[in-house]
């Protein structure tokens, strides 16, 4: 069955300290993204990826790293620049960026705390 | 330029009809609709493209209003099922990235 795999589900940060947030897909999809959700906000892009080796920011990249060294992984780094991490981080995919007529496909999650 | 979605929460009883609305400032090229319950990801229902069609998924269905740049998802004979939140996605291009609205919360009550 294919599908998005995020880990891990809960992080716990301590402050000044950068973590990395898992996130694998064996839906063969090209373009991956990453979405923050904060409550009351709606989900905010961070990241989004269509190919290999190349990604592009989004709406609020500043404290986040990604890359994309596989079609089936695009990581994301949470570094200690990032003020205010607490949220829950979604990784999405699309079977390419511009689909006509295809969603997105979520994973599950991963709910970021700092300490 | 985040999209607009109206009501920000509605609370129904089974069975009743509801209608949630996404406006956008810029011109679109397509609508995403998704729902989310607590905790978990969102599920995508359906997208629309420019062209005013409506598309259906069991008792929701939703249109796509170019000219006036905005979507309407519509839910009828609600079933307790369908509580979430649900959250529009609009694409204005080429970019090839949705930006979502805020979120609006169906609560359905027995």
């Known amino acids: 069955d294919g599908g998005i795999t995020q880990s891990p589900k809960y992080l716990f940060r301590k402050e000044g300290q950068n973590v990395t947030l898992s996130c694998e897909q064996n839906?063969?999809?090209?373009?991956m993204y990453w979405y923050r959700q904060d409550p009351g906000q709606g989900l905010r892009l961070i990241y989004y990826?269509?190919?290999?080796?190349?990604?592009q920011k989004g709406d609020i990249a500043e404290g986040y790293s990604v890359s994309r060294e596989k079609k089936e992984s695009f990581p994301l780094t949470v570094t200690s620049a990032q003020k205010n991490p607490t949220a829950f981080y979604l990784c999405?995919?699309?079977?390419?960026?511009?689909?006509?007529?295809?969603?997105?496909?979520f994973g599950s999650g991963t709910r970021l705390t700092v300490v | 330029q985040q999209p607009v979605q109206s009501p920000q929460a509605v609370i129904l009883r089974e069975g009743e009809d509801a209608v949630i609305n996404c406006s956008s400032s810029?011109?679109?090229?397509?609508v995403h609709w998704y729902r989310q319950k607590h905790g978990e990801a969102p599920v995508f229902l359906m997208i629309?493209?420019?062209?005013?069609e409506q598309k259906g998924h069991e008792k929701i269905s939703a249109s796509f209003n170019e000219k006036k740049q905005q979507s309407s998802l519509y839910l009828t004979a609600s079933q307790l099922s369908y509580s979430g939140t649900y959250f529009c996605?609009?694409?204005?291009?080429?970019?090839?990235?949705?930006?979502f609205g805020k979120g609006t919360k169906l609560s359905v009550k027995p």
């Open positions: 629309l493209l420019k062209g005013g």
């Open positions: 996605g609009t694409e204005w291009g080429s970019q090839g990235n949705l930006i």
């Open positions: 999405a995919t699309r079977r390419a960026l511009m689909t006509v007529g295809d969603g997105y496909t």
């Open positions: 839906l063969n999809h090209d373009a």
């Open positions: 810029k011109a679109l090229y397509s």
């Open positions: 990826s269509q190919i290999v080796n190349d990604f």
